[in-house]
């Protein structure tokens, strides 16, 4: 499964969106973690120069398979169609993952890593990897 939004497209972006389901699970989340996640997201986002990403390019929110399926090539397959359908239409791919397995897989795919931050699970104590990667192709 995949959930990939072409450019200028998001999910929960319009206040129509957000009434579906958005605004309510964020008031389900404790006001400290939703500040601290939001604030420490944006700001890691910019300091890579990629805030405004998700809204400027194809952006790979979601890629999951389920255990069954595994290792029968799915994921690739579909990563393989976005990058190709992004190449079409001149338009590069954003992504970032929370594990280092999966930030292997990307790397393999051709992506590179623009920076990793620890990001805080407020107020619960534990921390996980935020790994965001460049846009791919890259144009530099």
């Known amino acids: 499964m995949s959930l990939c939004f072409a450019p200028g497209k998001g999910l929960f972006v319009t206040e129509q969106q957000k ?26 986002m910019e300091s ?4 405004s990403f998700f809204m400027d390019g194809y952006w ?18 579909i990563m393989e169609r976005i990058k190709l359908r992004a190449a079409e239409e001149n338009w590069q791919v954003g992504l970032v993952t ?4 999966n930030r292997d ?4 795919l051709g992506f590179d890593v623009a920076g990793v931050r620890r990001m805080s699970s407020k107020p619960y104590g534990d921390t996980f990897p935020c790994i965001a990667f460049k846009p ?5």
């Open 98 to 101: 929370h594990t280092e397995k």
């Open 105 to 108: 897989w990307y790397l393999g």
């Open 136 to 140: 791919y192709p890259s144009r530099e």
């Open 60 to 77: 790979v929110s979601l890629l999951a398979t389920d255990h069954a399926y595994k290792n029968h090539g799915f994921r690739t397959s």
């Open 19 to 44: 009434e579906l389901a958005f605004n309510e699970f964020m008031d389900s989340v404790m006001p400290e973690t939703r500040a601290c996640h939001l604030k420490t997201v944006v700001e890691f």
């Open 48 to 51: 890579l120069k990629l805030s």
